[in-house]
């Protein structure tokens, strides 16, 4: 009974907490919120993990299943080559592309954009790339994504790991993680690479 309360805290903290609101009212930007199509990211999570990745000024960053981009600004004040997010939802995706050019979103990452589509069959960039999934889709899907990027060398983080088997499946090996299971808290790095 303990977890399930957790649980249901951590996604009120990450959808609607007063750091959530105050990062948006900052940037005038709308990420806060959770609805059956859209569950945000934590902040504090998502700082860590890029955190973790470090500076990768080559690469393409890209969040399937956006949302409402509140990843995309984050990773934009890093320095990635590009940044992208594939939503399928269209409200989420225009929500997203509104938030992204804000301009007081302070972004170092000037090449961002949102694209409406099914991460499942959407073409991934060329060149080195950084996946980002918090609990996006069905394992078909991940699998999917899983392959193909396996394919290109790509490093992809997952946040809330319930769908790890597809990436190991398809090649991937862990390089890094925080947390100990499978709970909603934790996230995993993952590299086709030696």
Known sequence: MGEILAYWRWRWQAAGSAACVAFDEGLGVDTAGWTLDYEPAAIADVEEILDHLGDRPDATFVDLG??????????????????????????LASTA???????????????????????????????????????????????????????????????YPREE??????????????GASDLFDDWRVYSTMP
């Open 97 to 159: 592309r509104w938030n992204v050019q804000r301009p007081d979103a302070l972004r170092r990452s000037h090449d961002i954009a949102v694209v409406e589509g099914d991460a499942g069959a959407l073409p991934l960039p060329l060149g080195p790339l950084v996946l980002f999934l918090y609990n996006p889709f069905e394992a078909s899907i991940v699998a999917s994504v899983a392959r193909r990027a396996g394919a290109v060398g790509a490093t992809i983080v997952l946040a």
């Open 66 to 91: 956006c949302g409402k981009g509140r990843v995309l600004i984050l990773a934009a004040r890093r320095r990635f080559r590009r940044v992208v997010g594939v939503e399928i939802v269209p409200s």
């Open 165 to 178: 088997k597809a990436l190991l499946d398809a090649g991937f090996r862990e390089v890094a993680r925080r």
